[in-house]
């Protein structure tokens, strides 16, 4: 898990977080269409978000009348963000009969995984297979703000092909 809590959660308890929700309310506030995707990063970093957040986005893009459009239904993607916060899963993450091992990396710039979480993984950590991982210098959106350390974890907790 990149950044996310296994714990249940209301979507008020994010609120300010630059997570998910924050981007997905965003987006949804944003015209359906720009002329090109210069025009849609603008529009994202005028809006308080990174430059590389939204150059990230723009992968998203695609050709529609004359310009792009976000290739995604903004509004099933909120129907699952809410589905799974309304989920427990460190029964699931804690649970010793299930195969394979759990790694969560947090964030340390990021307020996803709260104090309370963090408390939790390092108990966890220390008698189930669950593994903490802490990116101390990255925000939310690790893939974009360490991408170098995600592929490394992933390299270094992978089972061998």
Do not use: K, N
Not at 43 to 52: F, I, K, N, R, V
């Amino acid at each position: 898990m990149l950044d996310s809590s296994p714990s249940a959660r209301s979507p008020e308890e994010l609120a300010g977080d630059d997570g998910a929700l924050a981007v997905i309310e965003a987006l949804t506030a944003l015209p359906p269409r720009f002329a090109d995707r210069a025009a849609f990063v603008a529009a994202l970093t005028d809006g308080g978000h990174s430059q590389a957040l939204a150059q990230w986005l723009a992968l998203s893009l695609v050709p529609a009348d004359g310009g792009v459009r976000l290739r995604f239904d903004l509004g099933a993607i909120r129907a699952m963000i809410d589905d799974y916060l309304a989920q427990d899963l460190w029964p699931v993450a804690t649970d010793d009969a299930l195969p394979g091992e759990v790694h969560l990396v947090v964030a340390g710039r990021s307020t996803t995984v709260s104090p309370a979480d963090r408390a939790r993984l390092a108990a966890a950590s220390a008698s189930h297979r669950v593994h903490g991982h802490l990116v101390a210098d990255a925000g939310h959106w690790l893939h974009v703000d360490a991408p170098e350390h995600v592929i490394d974890l992933l390299a270094q907790t992978l089972p061998a092909a």
